[in-house]
């Protein structure tokens, strides 16, 4: 056996362990049949010497990529001071650091009257203590959430989120414009989905209580990268504070430059009164905070403890992640190559009938397919859903060495999270290689585009040119 055989070998067996020892909620080892044992910047190397474009990103939460040498600088420091790493909440320099430059990049308004909460190191965490925080501060237990939402899979996240059934969430139809609830799209769709959400609160026969807060995300990510419309948020914003609701603003996958803007509430300039961060946050580290106005901090020493709120490499890396971010303009950065890749994949959705709609912001992009046959409804979008075309498609970038995860409605929606790092020449090479795993899937039978399912192999195809 030469060294590339017994690799891939070495390879198989460790796939065929996790398939055998791992839990069936697996989700991203399933779809990605990959063992990563080297990265650096968009590049994954694995075990079996293939190279592959991340485009996934640990699912948002490497803005600078991976092992970014600031990060790597910045874990080290921490490493060689002899710091403890573990000291609960308490105050050390690097969480002082940390809050300082995070304070800096938050708006204004919310910087200077704002307190912070760590919470655990994951996202739903700090969309738990989010909850938590209002529903003390207003005394009440409702919760204004949007379909297609996605906050986490802890109970309370997962009752803000679209798929549940909790009495006390109300959900509210958010504007995704290509399958609008109101069959007309665009501004008027929003603003539609607005006056409902104003109609439900100030109808007392509507059934919805006065609730302790709503929460939303800027752009849906795992619903579909659907960003919504910036007068939308600003009506949002405007219909809650008249009524004393506090806001809540998800910025877990939008934050640190990945929108086009530092958060993605900037580009409305709405402010909210809590904004729940994580991913990037923590610079490819666990970290998750919550940063509210001061006058909603009427809960109680200990109301949200917890044993890892304190990880000290985390704050470093996330301190020199932020800092990176803002210092070299990379949320302009982002918003730049969004718009060059958004308008090349939507030549390439002019020549596809089965691209339903291309959208995104910044480097948070999504390709919707559909099925090309079927007719869409009145307001010229809304064909029926591809998943399976999506899965194919998902598979063709895997062989053409391209990470890119699925999301959407009904895991119909390519996304691409690439770093904000990501290189102009990159680019270049991940629109070709998604464009031709598009045409390609597009073309063969619907019945090879079901093949594959759990822990597909990755087809094997021409070593992929990968650029670092
Ligand atoms: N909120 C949003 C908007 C998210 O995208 C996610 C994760 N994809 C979460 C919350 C939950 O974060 P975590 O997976 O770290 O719990």
Redesign the pocket.
Known sequence: MDTAEAAEFAQDGILRRQSLRESAARTYARSLPIVPVRARGLTIEGADGQRYLDCLSG??SLALGHNHPVVLEAIRAVLDSGAPLQVLDLATPVKDAFVSELFRTLPRELADRGRVQFCGP????A?EAALKLVRTATGRRGLLSFSGA????TEG?LEASGGAQDVRVVRLPYPYNYRCPFGIGGERGAELSARWTASLLDDPKSGVQPPAGMIL?PVQ??GGVIPAPDSWLRRMRELTAVRGIPLIA?E??TGVGRTGAFWAVEHSGIVPDVM?L??AVGGSLPL?VVVYRDELDTWQPGAHAGTFRGNQLAMAAGAATLAYVRENGLAERAAALGNRMLAQLRQLAEQQPCIGEVRGRGLMIGVELVDAEADGDASGGGRPAAPELAAAVQRQCLSRGLIVELGGRHGSVVRLLPPLTITDEQTEVVLDRLSDAIVTAARAPVREQARGGADARVPRGPSPNVHR
Not at 122 to 125: C, R
Not at 150 to 153: I, K, N, S
């Open positions: 699912a948002g994951a996202g739903a965490d969309v996605y906050h986490g899979m996240a995300e990510g795992e998800d877990v996958q729940v994580s991913k998750a």
